[in-house]
């Protein structure tokens, strides 16, 4: 719906939750950012993507953090625009990477 917004569409941002669809998503289907996903453990992104990391789900390269061949597993790529700025990060899949953390 962000992007949708930025394109000059309506403003659906507010209620994109409230959508059946949003609702229904089970928790082995929700994907989080570092950032999101560290907050469970009381870590901030950069924390919670050195715990990736050493857990040997992804790697840093100089354009960012990149899964490994086993991370590819429990990640997907996600496009992100922010004021103006774009760029791709991953998002970890919570119930599969939790299994692989603990």
């Known amino acids: 719906s962000k992007h949708i917004y930025e394109l000059g569409g309506p403003d659906l941002r507010n209620i994109v939750g409230e959508l059946p669809c949003s609702q229904n998503i089970k928790g082995k289907d929700v994907f989080l950012e570092p950032t999101e996903f560290g907050l469970e453990y009381g870590l901030s992104g950069h924390k919670f993507n050195k715990l990736l990391a050493g857990r040997g789900l992804q790697v840093k390269t100089k354009s960012g953090w990149i899964p490994t061949d086993k ?32």
């Open 71 to 102: 991370g590819k597993k429990l990640s997907i790529k996600h496009l992100w625009s922010s004021e103006g700025k774009s760029g791709y990060n991953y998002k970890w899949n919570t119930a599969r990477t939790r299994e692989v953390i603990r």
